[in-house]
């Protein structure tokens, strides 16, 4: 029987795992998927040397970044993101080769192209971590031009949260959160904005999922802009990944 799988810490919040065991089973395909919560990155070859039916697995926070050091080859996309969400085990010869990819940007692309319009040409990014390199990369191919947002400044890349004026938000219609403030059970949460500046010419699109409407989007929408949750590009991705782990 095949494996596929998710490395991730924690994975209470994991949509894969259901998601992949449904397909299987629907389809009559002879596989499991299997969610291997680990504590650090450095258990990550325990995972490997003790599955020798795996063959594929997905990567969530917060070891996007942190598993490339464990494997042997990147993708173009992924080594231009600087960041991996797909894995493919190749077994040739009795030679293990691990190469990363990154389904992310083909999800969330997919999903916020057809909400764009004219005056999306500017986009706030909201955290700094693995899925947000995936989304500036992919913003970037849509013609977007972007700006992270964190609580720390880094470079000439990033501002503070402090630092969104009402003439910033003025200028950057559309704003991705990226952060896991807001994600179930911690709901009543939001990312600091100045929810006041947003207008109906906005777009707030967040990658969570859970809650269906968070409060950033309820935030958003009490405000009159367009706002999007991270389901559709969920199921993209994982779609990308089957994809990947099968050509």
């Known amino acids: 029987m095949k ?16 998601f992949f065991n449904e397909k299987f089973h629907s389809e009559n395909i002879d596989a499991e998927y299997v969610n291997f919560e680990i504590p ?14 795996l063959v594929g697995l997905n990567v969530t926070i917060p070891y996007k970044e942190k598993v490339i050091s464990y494997l042997d080859e990147l ?3 992924a080594a231009s993101i600087g960041a991996v969400n797909v894995i493919k085990l190749i077994r040739q ?14 999800g969330f692309t997919q999903s916020i192209e057809p909400l764009l319009e004219r005056h999306h040409t500017k986009a706030l990014i909201l955290g700094t971590g693995g899925a947000s ?13 972007t ?4 609580r720390n400044r880094h470079d000439d890349t990033t501002i503070t949260y402090g630092e969104l004026t009402p003439e910033k938000m ?8 990226c952060t896991p403030v807001g994600m179930y059970p911690k709901a009543d949460l939001c990312p600091d904005i100045p929810y006041e500046c947003v207008t109906p010419k906005h777009l707030l699109y ?28 969920l199921l993209l991705q994982a779609f990308g990944a089957w994809d990947i782990w099968n050509e």
């Open 133 to 145: 390199k995936a989304i500036n990369y992919g913003l970037h191919k849509l013609g977007v031009e």
């Open 40 to 53: 650090t990155i450095e258990d990550f070859p325990k995972v490997i040397a003790s599955h020798p039916n």
């Open 93 to 106: 010869r009795g030679k293990l080769v691990l190469k990363g990819y990154n389904s992310d940007i083909l």
């Open 206 to 233: 967040d990658l969570l999922y859970n809650p269906n409407t968070t409060l950033f989007m309820k935030k958003g929408s009490d405000q009159g802009a367009t706002v999007k949750n991270g389901l559709e590009m």
């Open 170 to 177: 003025d200028e950057y219609k559309v704003i991705v959160n």
């Open 147 to 150: 700006l992270f947002v964190s």
């Open 75 to 77: 993708d173009k996309d």
């Open 3 to 18: 494996q596929f799988g998710l490395i991730g810490y924690p994975l209470g919040h994991s949509f894969s795992k259901n």
